[in-house]
């Protein structure tokens, strides 16, 4: 199942892999403007629901979820670089009791990315992000950071990038949160199936190269604001504040010393993390969300 929204020309492609490994498609579009649905609308076979407005991620995958019948909901993004066969990997030989499971996600370079997945989110484990690079958390930080798995490892959440989730669990936890707009809909899945005694993994034989961590500069900023104003829900009372003060820490460090897209992407935050500090809410302005 994939969310479209205004993707440009990456259907077409995946399409055509999809098809020779899942038997039913569907394709949620969240009001496209620039034409990049055609691909799914003309093939047989392809459900497509089309939305008015752009509903996010999380509604618009409970929309599509109800398309088949499997064993499994496979969750794709429309930016992400699969190769044939890494669905097959990815759902082959599953243990029971795993609700979901995602690939390693890499750079251009192959080189493993943090964005895979992660741990419960804490001010704890923020705080460490905000005054260390990633590369030295050693798993007291909040993503995944080096020496990365080599084999199927459990881990708090992976990313929806591509994703499969078991669908008798997603069904029993009535589908992703539907507050969650963009991003944070996977850490909160994971969490309540991990109530239920479901394990999560990560499985490094699949490597998926994801654009949206190392694409275009608006986008890379665009997505930062989307995902602190996701992650702030999941704080509430002086624990928001207290987030707002950490963020605005490790934003601030960044602005000032970093470079390039890091840089804008900080400096992007920083009013943001002002309003959590004041106990604000965390979207300041809603046509901030008319890109996910």
Not at 166 to 191: I, T
Not at 227 to 254: I, M, N, P, Q, T
């Amino acid at each position: 199942m994939l969310v479209n929204y205004n993707s440009g020309g990456r259907l077409e492609h995946l399409l055509d892999l999809l098809t020779e490994e899942v038997r039913t498609i569907a394709v949620v579009d969240n009001a496209s403007s620039d034409g990049s649905l055609a691909p799914a609308e003309r093939r047989a076979g392809i459900t497509v629901i089309r939305n008015e407005a752009n509903r996010g991620f999380a509604a618009a995958v409970n929309q599509g979820a109800v398309v088949g019948e499997t064993e499994w909901l496979l969750l794709v993004n429309p930016d992400a670089h699969i190769r044939r066969g890494d669905v097959t990997r990815l759902l082959s030989g599953v243990p029971e009791d795993v609700a979901a499971i995602a690939p390693l996600q890499v750079d251009e370079a192959a080189r493993p990315r943090s964005e895979t997945g992660g741990f419960e989110p804490s001010l704890s484990r923020y705080l460490v992000w905000a005054v260390l690079p990633v590369r030295f958390h050693r798993g007291f930080g909040p993503w995944l950071a080096p020496p990365f798995p080599t084999g199927d490892t459990e881990v708090d959440w992976v990313s929806g990038a591509l994703l499969g989730i078991r669908r008798r669990v997603f069904a029993q936890l009535g589908g992703l949160d539907e507050r969650y707009f963009l991003y944070h809909e996977d850490v909160d899945f994971a969490r309540r199936a991990r109530r239920l005694g479901y394990r999560i993994l990560c499985r490094p034989s699949v490597r998926l190269y994801h654009e949206v961590a190392h694409g275009e500069p608006s986008r890379r900023v665009a997505s930062g604001l989307r995902s602190v104003e996701s992650l702030a829900l999941d704080f509430s009372g002086w624990r928001r504040r207290a987030l707002g003060l950490v963020l605005g820490f490790g934003y601030g460090l960044r602005a000032m010393f970093a470079t390039g897209t890091t840089r804008d992407l900080s400096r992007a935050v920083l009013p943001l993390c002002r309003r959590l500090i004041r106990g604000e809410p965390a979207v300041a302005d809603q046509s901030l969300r008319k890109s996910p």
